[in-house]
RNA sequence: CGGGGUGUAGCGCAGUCCGGUUAGCGCACUGGUUUUGGGAACCAGGUGUCGGAGGUUCGAAUCCUCUCACCCCGACCA
């Protein structure tokens, strides 16, 4: 039996899932807690990630006309209370604003003083805000589409948090548009998934599954919503991006009219679209192994660690000459239309510390230079997508003129195990029997990473939906738009059913 | 918010049942020496309101009460 080699992350992914993520989070330097409930501290390594996802998606976001505006934090509670089931879905979760001023209290601490008339809310999501002043923007039919976006933070006051997944306050971009029409407004929601999607498979090299959302599942005052749903390694779904066609309920209750060519007055239809910190935690979970961060490099803070291995200062100094030519070499190149951005790993730690320390960063490729390296005009690289102990020696001037070759087939390698790994736990099921048993872990008190992604017919109802939740905490991910119209028998009711949707258990 | 668990140095933990020198160990950290191609070795050193508040006691990490935070399972949740 082959010794079980050493790995970075302890427990490992099928030793203790929860666990292994925390561990990835905490050693690759991502995010922390902070002493505020359920609020993350998100640290550089995290947030140059969050960078990097903000640019890309901006640029993509602008591609399609929308532009960039900020609304307040604060949101009257008046305004909340215009849409009802919007105000049902987020009431629970709001934190409230009630005092403007902290007064001493004469025994060295403060009190709070100065009560509002009206309290405030912090935003969950902005639609009644960015409605507010929609109203006032929008008045003739010349002034739609309005197409804005804000990127901010929101607070959703969880009563369970996980870094990343699930955080009290959380950085998002908020997508909101109004239009003339229904079908416009439709296809946009559609456009704006379509975008997400592309992010998701292109860049965090995450494959999705788009789709509808049943309606138990929409968001609270949409009329649809849209999803891309994707499988993490313990087979559970996340859901990555959400995007809402909200009809005229928006509209009518932040009274967003426009006068049409007949100059008569109509309600805007309006949308909304939104991804979050979240994911970070997808790309951290579709990735990841038990040795630290795997980063696609298109979306990597930087792509390549350089490590020198010098036995003393002399040849320290001669070795950094050799590196410095090398990344004077890569300035010309690019990845992605971007620079490629080269971490020099200069430190007093020894070669294999410094070595891991970059694996488990997830650093997309790793030189280790040493004097051996620089005599013979070549480097010695590893890549995050192979075995640590898979490397190889390159010539340098090969190694910088194939680099964006390199990283592009890294991206592509990360992506492709995602989608394999999806594809070998995805199934369809026809009989109510395999499909309870598909969900039902075989050890009970500590269920094992079980089940995946089932595509099964459903006929509709809020009925069979609820049960299937009751029985197997299993829901539905998403009615997907991609799946042959075939008809079939509800796995549940056995009524008849017009398509297969995705149902899996969920984060 | 319900059930269970855990809070002791930056990280991981022992000590708590059964109160008793100066609160310990490993890793990390600082200085030094030797090292350096795969997570270095040795020597020396620093580090703690024992999560917090109150109580019992001659004496509390340890017992009691309250409280806060985190983790797991639920409930809830774009």
Same mark, same amino acid.
């Given at each position: 039996?082959?010794k079980?080699q050493?790995?970075?992350?302890?427990?490992?992914?099928?030793?203790?899932?929860?666990?292994?993520y925390?561990?990835?989070?905490?050693v690759?330097?991502?995010?922390?807690?902070?002493?505020?409930?359920?609020?993350?501290?998100?640290?550089?390594?995290g947030?140059?990630?969050?960078?990097?996802?903000?640019k890309?998606?901006?640029k993509?976001?602008?591609a399609e006309?929308?532009?960039?505006?900020?609304?307040p934090?604060?949101?009257?509670?008046?305004?909340?209370?215009?849409?009802?089931?919007?105000?049902?879905?987020?009431?629970?979760?709001?934190?409230?604003?009630?005092?403007?001023?902290?007064?001493d209290d004469g025994?060295?601490?403060?009190?709070?003083?100065?009560?509002?008339?009206?309290?405030?809310?912090?935003r969950?999501?902005?639609e009644?805000?960015?409605?507010?002043?929609?109203?006032?923007?929008?008045?003739?039919?010349?002034?739609l589409?309005l197409?804005?976006?804000?990127?901010?933070?929101?607070?959703?006051?969880?009563?369970?948090t996980?870094?990343?997944?699930?955080?009290?306050?959380?950085l998002w971009?908020?997508?909101?548009?109004v239009?003339a029409?229904?079908?416009?407004?439709?296809?946009e929601?559609?456009?704006?998934?379509d /975008?997400?999607a592309k992010f998701?498979?292109?860049?965090?090299a /995450?494959p999705v599954?788009?789709?509808?959302k049943?309606?138990?599942?929409?968001?609270p005052?949409?009329v649809?919503t849209?999803?891309?749903?994707?499988?993490?390694?313990?087979?559970?779904?996340?859901?990555?991006?959400?995007s809402h066609?909200?009809?005229?309920?928006?509209?009518?209750?932040?009274?967003?009219?426009y006068?049409?060519?007949?100059?008569e007055y109509?309600?805007?239809?309006?949308?909304?679209w939104? /991804?979050?910190?979240?994911l970070?935690?997808?790309?951290?979970?579709?990735?990841?192994?038990?040795?630290?961060?795997?980063?696609p490099?298109?979306i990597?803070?930087?792509?390549?660690?350089?490590?020198?291995i010098a036995k003393?200062?002399?040849?320290?100094?001669?070795?950094?000459?050799?590196?410095?030519?090398?990344?004077?070499g890569?300035?010309?190149?690019?990845?992605d239309?971007?620079?490629?951005?080269?971490e020099?790993?200069?430190?007093?730690?020894?070669?294999?510390?410094?070595?891991w320390?970059?694996?488990?960063?997830g650093?997309?490729?790793?030189?280790?230079?040493?004097?051996r390296d620089?005599?013979?005009?070549s480097?010695?690289m590893g890549?995050?997508?192979?075995?640590?102990r898979?490397?190889?020696?390159?010539?340098?001037?090969?190694f910088?003129?194939?680099v964006?070759?390199?990283?592009?087939?890294?991206?592509?390698?990360?992506?492709?195990?995602?989608?394999?790994?999806?594809?070998?736990?995805?199934v369809?099921?026809?009989n109510?029997?395999?499909f309870?048993?598909f969900?039902?872990?075989?050890?009970?008190?500590?269920?094992?990473?079980?089940g995946?992604?089932?595509?099964?017919?459903?006929?509709?109802?809020?009925?069979?939906?609820?049960?299937?939740?009751?029985?197997l905490?299993?829901?539905?991910?998403?009615?997907?738009?991609? /799946?042959?119209?075939e008809e079939?028998?509800?796995?549940?009711?056995g009524?008849?059913?017009?398509?297969?949707?995705?149902?899996?258990?969920?984060?």
């Amino acid at each position: 039996m082959a010794k079980k080699q050493r790995t970075a992350i302890e427990p490992t992914r099928s030793e203790d899932y929860a666990e292994w993520y925390q561990q990835i989070v905490r050693v690759a330097e991502l995010a922390e807690n902070s002493d505020v409930r359920g609020c993350m501290v998100i640290k550089p390594w995290g947030y140059a990630i969050w960078e990097n996802i903000q640019k890309v998606l901006d640029k993509m976001f602008k591609a399609e006309g929308v532009k960039n505006a900020y609304f307040p934090l604060f949101i009257p509670k008046s305004y909340f209370e215009k849409e009802a089931e919007h105000v049902d879905g987020f009431a629970k979760e709001c934190a409230v604003v009630t005092h403007s001023r902290l007064e001493d209290d004469g025994q060295g601490g403060l009190q709070v003083g100065g009560q509002l008339t009206e309290p405030y809310i912090v935003r969950p999501t902005s639609e009644t805000i960015i409605g507010a002043s929609f109203s006032k923007w929008v008045n003739s039919y010349r002034d739609l589409p309005l197409l804005i976006n804000q990127w901010a933070n929101v607070v959703r006051w969880e009563l369970r948090t996980r870094l990343f997944l699930r955080t009290a306050e959380f950085l998002w971009q908020e997508g909101h548009t109004v239009h003339a029409s229904r079908d416009e407004a439709e296809a946009e929601t559609r456009l704006m998934l379509d /975008v997400y999607a592309k992010f998701a498979e292109e860049y965090l090299a /995450v494959p999705v599954i788009k789709g509808e959302k049943s309606e138990g599942e929409r968001f609270p005052g949409a009329v649809a919503t849209y999803s891309i749903e994707a499988m993490m390694q313990d087979k559970k779904a996340l859901q990555a991006g959400t995007s809402h066609f909200l009809g005229q309920n928006f509209a009518k209750s932040s009274e967003i009219k426009y006068q049409n060519k007949d100059s008569e007055y109509e309600y805007a239809w309006t949308t909304s679209w939104g /991804v979050s910190t979240r994911l970070i935690g997808a790309l951290i979970m579709a990735h990841s192994d038990d040795n630290g961060l795997v980063l696609p490099p298109k979306i990597a803070p930087a792509h390549i660690a350089i490590i020198p291995i010098a036995k003393n200062e002399e040849d320290r100094q001669e070795i950094l000459a050799y590196i410095e030519k090398i990344t004077e070499g890569l300035k010309d190149k690019r990845f992605d239309g971007k620079e490629i951005i080269v971490e020099i790993d200069d430190s007093d730690a020894t070669s294999g510390e410094k070595s891991w320390k970059w694996i488990k960063k997830g650093m997309p490729i790793r030189l280790e230079i040493g004097k051996r390296d620089m005599e013979a005009n070549s480097v010695f690289m590893g890549r995050r997508d192979l075995d640590p102990r898979d490397k190889k020696t390159l010539r340098w001037d090969e190694f910088v003129a194939s680099v964006d070759e390199i990283l592009e087939d890294i991206q592509n390698n990360i992506f492709n195990k995602a989608v394999s790994f999806r594809e070998e736990n995805s199934v369809q099921i026809d009989n109510q029997e395999d499909f309870y048993k598909f969900f039902t872990p075989e050890n009970k008190k500590k269920p094992e990473i079980h089940g995946g992604f089932a595509f099964a017919h459903w006929c509709g109802s809020v009925e069979c939906e609820e049960k299937i939740k009751e029985d197997l905490k299993v829901t539905i991910r998403n009615i997907p738009f991609e /799946v042959n119209a075939e008809e079939g028998k509800c796995i549940c009711c056995g009524k008849t059913s017009k398509q297969r949707v995705v149902f899996s258990k969920s984060y």
